[in-house]
């Protein structure tokens, strides 16, 4: 993890709100482990989105191995599926994302120079920051955690 990203982290496992930052449960795509990171949550058009301002870091491969995953917030974990867009969604979605969170530095970084509404600009751009759909997944309770049902998509 990030050096800057493990005050946030910590704050955030102890249950204290931060904006729209979340924490972040992928399984790790070679060793199996869970991996913990601290994702900023944007909604848009009714729906939860993913935005990597840092290009393909280890959640993005994990979630393209194993979409399962959990988002927690205030010390409740829900399990969630990742499912990768791209085109014309990816697009609007990032566009919402650079003007929702230009104040956000690290976001303010991510996209400089880059014209909000130039297609091919936001086109290029798009390449080097992926966008996931987030959606609710069956979970199973048991008494030490939550867990994607059994049959669910993977």
């Known amino acids: 993890m990030r050096e800057a ?17 979340r924490l972040l449960r992928t399984r790790g ?10 994702v900023v949550v944007l909604r848009h058009r009714g729906r ?7 290009g393909d870091t280890a959640w993005v ?4 191995a194993d979409p399962r995953a959990e988002l927690e ?3 409740r974990a829900h399990a969630v599926e990742l499912v990768e867009v791209t085109g014309a969604e990816r697009l ?31 086109a ?17 309770r048991t008494a030490r955690t939550v867990q994607t049902a059994p049959g669910s998509p993977a």
Not at 95 to 121: E, K, N, S
């Open 5 to 21: 990203a493990r005050l946030p982290a910590r704050l955030l496992a102890l249950g204290l709100p931060l904006g729209p930052l």
């Open 29 to 38: 795509r070679r060793s199996g482990r869970t991996h913990v990171v601290p």
């Open 48 to 54: 939860t989105w993913l935005v990597s301002p840092f």
């Open 61 to 64: 491969h994990n979630a393209r």
């Open 73 to 75: 917030h205030l010390r």
């Open 92 to 122: 609007a979605v990032l566009r919402r994302y650079r003007t929702r969170f230009a104040a956000i530095g690290y976001v303010r970084t991510a996209f400089a120079g880059t014209p909000l509404h130039d297609d091919d600009a936001m």
């Open 124 to 140: 290029h751009l798009a390449a080097r920051h992926p966008v996931f759909a987030v959606s609710s997944a069956p979970a199973v």
